[in-house]
């Protein structure tokens, strides 16, 4: 994709390695450690990758991948299921992962490029964020770029902050539905849907 990537400043990586240092000290890790002396640059490096969304507003996304092509008024439903992607979660840091995001729409006018959705799903994504929140960022940039509110976002993941600590149950998984216009009014138009992402 041609498009320029923003980068996190200078100054802004320098903070996250010191940071990471500090973690890293106050943990009792050996700084000089070989194995561990380039981690805190490595830390800030990957965060500077995965965080890129924090640095683009729902708006500016929906600019970024806007790509439409005009078609005459229909009510069939355009779907795209099985979307991979991961996130962060804002409240431990902790991976969210093994997330699959379907994303369904009525078209009014305008239908998306299909690369362009998991696009967004990723931008969307490359943010600390919450799952009930993800949905929602996407269904917004969607509703911005199609102009139409009959949009539903279902995403299914498992979350490390329930995976690997606290409670510790592997496997479970967190299931989130985003519903907007006749997706919220017809109860057929939305099992129609959730049979294509089972």
Do not use: W
Not at 17 to 41: C, F, H, M, Q, R
């Amino acid at each position: 994709m041609d498009r320029e990537t923003r980068h996190l400043s200078k100054d802004n990586i320098s903070k996250i390695k010191n940071a990471v240092k500090d973690i890293l000290e106050a943990l009792g890790a050996d700084l000089n450690s070989s194995d561990i002396a380039e981690t805190p640059d490595r830390v800030a490096r990957m965060y500077d990758e995965v965080f890129e969304g924090m640095r683009y507003t729902n708006k500016e996304i929906a600019a970024l991948f806007g790509k439409c092509f005009e078609v005459a008024k229909t009510s069939d439903m355009v779907c795209l299921t099985d979307i991979d992607t991961f996130s962060y979660c804002e409240h431990h840091l902790a991976l969210m992962y093994n997330m699959k995001v379907g994303v369904a729409y009525i078209p009014r006018k305008k239908i998306i490029g299909l690369s362009k959705i998991p696009r967004i799903v990723d931008m969307v994504c490359k943010r600390l964020q919450l799952q009930e929140k993800i949905g929602n960022d996407i269904a917004d940039i969607l509703e911005m770029i199609l102009g139409t509110k009959d949009i539903m976002v279902v995403i299914k993941g498992e979350h490390s902050c329930v995976t690997t600590r606290g409670i510790r149950k592997p496997g479970t998984v967190t299931t989130t539905t985003c519903l907007r216009g006749v997706f919220k009014k017809n109860e057929n138009l939305r099992k129609e849907f959730l049979l294509q992402i089972k």
